[in-house]
């Protein structure tokens, strides 16, 4: 199953099987769901989980953003509120619940600003298992959302970080920052650090930040994440 069909109200992008065991949220970049998160998605869907991608900037059209366009990509980020990315979440959420995917049977990843709303996600107790790849916003808020370090120790379900050391945006010192916030969570949580990766090191549509063992290194990581801490939505269970 893939495409928009049947979804909670506004543009989603859904692949894999509604038979799955698990299911994964994908949270797009500040770029939209352009084709590498739709691949990205896709790439869960291989790994055996049901995906959905849903077009945060749906209020704006959805727009596809150049990666070369960044001041575009920033102008669309600044349109986000708390309130409407509640509502898509909540959407999406009440969407997997459908299929019979529960709060313990799927998990949320995003990318950049989708990694900020990621660790945001799984403060509403709503995910089994969330996973931010370089999410910013650490010491001072975007997007309606308050600052990573304030939410961290309000995560409530186990949570994984991953983050570059070369990150022009996003200090290590504002990682470990959100690595000992995140430490005060009642759940697991966990940051692992890139020495050679930058800002947007998952991304192999953009050669100039992609670092190829980092990105195979973090998926591999998130994929066994979900696979130990997601449950087996009861309905798979044979």
């Given at each position: 199953m893939s495409g928009g069909s049947g979804t909670p109200g506004f543009p989603v992008y859904v692949t894999g099987s509604v038979d799955a065991r698990r299911a994964v949220i994908v949270l797009q970049e500040a770029f939209g769901v352009t084709s590498h998160l739709r691949d990205v998605a896709d790439r869960f869907a291989d790994e055996g989980f049901f995906c959905v991608a849903p077009h945060l900037y749906h209020r704006d059209g959805s727009p596809e953003v150049a990666y070369d366009n960044v001041a575009e990509a920033v102008a669309l980020?600044?349109?986000?509120?708390?309130?409407?990315?509640?509502?898509?979440?909540?959407?999406?959420t009440n969407f997997l619940d459908g299929f019979g995917f529960g709060a313990s049977s799927r998990g949320v990843v995003?990318?950049?600003?989708?990694?900020?709303?990621?660790?945001?996600?799984?403060?509403?107790?709503?995910?089994g298992a969330a996973v931010t790849f370089y999410g910013g916003g650490i010491r001072q808020g975007r997007m309606?959302?308050?600052?990573l370090l304030d939410l961290a120790p309000q995560l409530t379900a186990p949570w994984l970080g991953l983050f570059g050391d070369l990150d022009q945006g996003i200090s290590t010192e504002d990682v470990e920052a959100l690595r000992e916030a995140a430490a005060r969570a009642p759940v697991t949580t966990e940051i692992v650090r890139y020495a050679s990766a930058g800002h947007g090191f998952?991304?192999?549509?953009?050669?100039?930040?992609?670092?190829?063992?980092?990105?195979t290194d973090a998926f591999s990581r998130t994929v066994a994440f979900f696979h130990e801490h997601l449950e087996i939505r009861p309905e798979a269970v044979n």
């Open positions: 980020m600044s349109t986000l509120t708390l309130t409407g990315l509640t509502n898509d979440l909540d959407a999406t995003g990318f950049c600003m989708g990694g900020s709303v990621a660790l945001f996600a799984d403060t509403r107790g709503a995910f309606g959302l308050s600052p998952h991304c192999d549509a953009r050669p100039s930040a992609y670092d190829e063992e980092s990105a």
